[in-house]
């Protein structure tokens, strides 16, 4: 990865409106292969000025003409549709969790290209990491995306992308407080910025695949849409007409303390039944071990043993995607949001998990919960979602031409 000396970008704001240019690629990333025509009428744009764009995003490789023209019903030139060119340009990914870092490279439609997982060390084998190794953790994850680039060298980076879970100022480029990493105040836009020479944009994990979802996956075309992240972090997120709440300083989406009626869990605030302690991937996997599943901290080994005929290990599961309907259904009762979306390992992969996650939903409101698009690269996703959230908000700002 070049070492050049460009400065970690300002992200774009989110409360920005959409620029003409972003409509545009937009329209091609939804539509393509698309007529020009029909953009500019999908678009209300003038017929010149999205063919004014598209020369520039041609120019900049960004789209490409389809090979095959298609024919106009008259005479005259044929429509020639434009298509996104994912073959030149790629964003880099970062996601660190409490176990491992995962390192990605994504094309413009979103599709990893390259990831590797960075486990963190740490001796009581707990699969954590201390605060002060921040910056060691983020220089690690630096040197991998290098390494992912240099087996692609037809590939150009146009940023990197970064998320986590816990409180993550976007604006400041800043993780503000993690306490299942230790991290406190870590700047990570300047850490990784200086590391990569790239701009760097930073965002917690539930909006950064909220902003995944609207561009790539389910939820594409909703007019609203929460997106529930259950992991060993419990945290949600919000978009509505195409802008993702963030709140002041970034804190918006922070429910881990939320109450559960019957909570049993004790919680590190010092109440009992809040909502990630009842359901975070810790949480089961010490049920799991108490009840002779597995005796690892692996959540998916649960999802494993369920598979080969667990009774424990199905309990489990079907248990805790119930209860994250429960919770869904509080946030539903007070966002109506037209979508809902759910990352829970369970539910990602087991069709009775997503049955009780709908069941404790509620019959009225269940066909409108789905489970992430993303179930095997989740957490890829969610790194470099950020980078391309801003590529697909202001194009040109932030094009090969930029950087």
Same mark, same amino acid.
């Given at each position: 990865?070049?070492?050049?000396?460009?400065?970690?970008?300002?992200?774009?704001?989110?409360?920005?409106?959409?620029?003409?240019?972003?409509?545009?690629?937009?329209?091609?990333?939804?539509?393509?292969?698309?007529?020009?025509?029909?953009?500019?009428?999908?678009?209300?744009?003038?017929?010149?000025?999205?063919?004014?764009?598209?020369?520039?995003?041609?120019?900049?490789?960004?789209?490409?003409?389809?090979?095959?023209?298609?024919?106009?019903?008259?005479?005259?030139?044929?429509?020639?549709?434009?298509?996104?060119?994912?073959?030149?340009?790629?964003?880099?990914?970062?996601?660190?969790?409490?176990?491992?870092?995962?390192?990605?490279?994504?094309?413009?439609?979103?599709?990893?290209?390259?990831?590797?997982?960075?486990?963190?060390?740490?001796?009581?084998?707990?699969?954590?990491?201390?605060?002060?190794?921040?910056?060691?953790?983020?220089?690690?994850?630096?040197?991998?995306?290098?390494?992912?680039?240099?087996?692609?060298?037809?590939?150009?980076?146009?940023?990197?992308?970064?998320?986590?879970?816990?409180?993550?100022?976007?604006?400041?480029?800043?993780?503000?407080?993690?306490?299942?990493?230790?991290?406190?105040?870590?700047?990570?836009?300047?850490?990784?910025?200086?590391?990569?020479?790239?701009?760097?944009?930073?965002?917690?994990?539930?909006?950064?695949?909220?902003?995944?979802?609207? &561009?790539?996956? %389910? =939820? #594409?075309?909703?007019?609203?849409?929460?997106?529930?992240?259950?992991?060993? $972090? +419990?945290? @949600? *997120?919000?978009?509505?007409?195409?802008?993702?709440?963030?709140?002041?300083?970034?804190?918006?989406?922070?429910?881990?303390?939320?109450?559960?009626?019957?909570?049993?869990?004790?919680?590190?605030?010092?109440?009992?039944?809040?909502?990630?302690?009842?359901?975070?991937?810790?949480? &089961?996997?010490? %049920? =799991? #071990?108490?009840?002779?599943?597995?005796?690892?901290?692996?959540?998916?080994? $649960? +999802?494993? @043993? *369920?598979?080969?005929?667990?009774?424990?290990?199905?309990?489990?599961?079907?248990?805790?995607?119930?209860?994250?309907?429960?919770?869904?259904?509080?946030?539903?009762?007070?966002?109506?949001?037209?979508?809902?979306?759910?990352?829970?390992?369970?539910?990602?992969?087991?069709?009775?998990?997503?049955?009780?996650? #709908?069941?404790?939903?509620?019959?009225?409101?269940?066909?409108?919960?789905?489970?992430?698009?993303?179930?095997?690269?989740?957490?890829?996703?969610?790194?470099?979602?950020?980078?391309?959230?801003?590529?697909?908000?202001?194009?040109?700002?932030?094009?090969?031409?930029?950087?």
């Amino acid at each position: 990865m070049p070492r050049t000396a460009v400065p970690p970008a300002t992200p774009t704001p989110t409360s920005r409106r959409r620029t003409s240019a972003s409509v545009v690629l937009r329209s091609v990333l939804e539509h393509g292969p698309v007529a020009r025509s029909t953009i500019a009428r999908l678009t209300g744009l003038s017929p010149a000025s999205v063919t004014d764009y598209c020369s520039r995003f041609t120019e900049l490789g960004l789209i490409r003409e389809s090979e095959v023209p298609k024919r106009s019903q008259g005479v005259g030139r044929p429509h020639v549709p434009v298509d996104l060119d994912d073959s030149r340009f790629v964003v880099g990914g970062v996601h660190v969790a409490v176990p491992y870092t995962t390192v990605t490279l994504l094309d413009l439609r979103g599709r990893v290209v390259a990831v590797r997982e960075l486990r963190h060390d740490r001796a009581d084998g707990g699969g954590g990491i201390d605060g002060s190794d921040a910056p060691a953790i983020l220089a690690r994850a630096a040197a991998g995306l290098t390494a992912l680039l240099d087996r692609s060298p037809r590939l150009r980076c146009l940023g990197v992308g970064f998320a986590a879970g816990g409180w993550v100022d976007r604006d400041s480029g800043t993780v503000v407080e993690h306490p299942l990493l230790g991290w406190r105040e870590v700047p990570v836009r300047e850490l990784l910025g200086a590391r990569t020479g790239l701009p760097v944009h930073v965002d917690g994990h539930a909006r950064a695949l909220v902003n995944a979802e609207r &561009l790539f996956g %389910r =939820a #594409r075309g909703s007019r609203s849409v929460l997106h529930l992240f259950v992991g060993n $972090v +419990v945290d @949600a *997120a919000f978009a509505t007409n195409d802008e993702v709440h963030h709140g002041p300083r970034s804190q918006a989406g922070a429910i881990a303390h939320l109450p559960v009626p019957g909570g049993t869990e004790p919680c590190a605030c010092g109440r009992t039944g809040c909502l990630q302690a009842e359901l975070s991937e810790r949480t &089961l996997c010490r %049920r =799991a #071990r108490r009840a002779g599943v597995t005796e690892g901290v692996n959540p998916m080994h $649960v +999802v494993t @043993a *369920a598979a080969a005929g667990d009774p424990a290990a199905l309990r489990l599961l079907v248990e805790r995607a119930n209860a994250v309907g429960r919770a869904a259904r509080l946030l539903l009762d007070v966002l109506n949001p037209e979508t809902v979306v759910v990352t829970e390992v369970g539910i990602l992969h087991r069709e009775d998990c997503l049955l009780a996650l #709908r069941e404790g939903v509620g019959d009225d409101r269940a066909s409108s919960v789905v489970p992430s698009s993303f179930p095997d690269s989740v957490l890829a996703v969610a790194g470099g979602s950020v980078a391309l959230d801003v590529l697909y908000r202001d194009p040109l700002a932030a094009s090969p031409e930029a950087i």
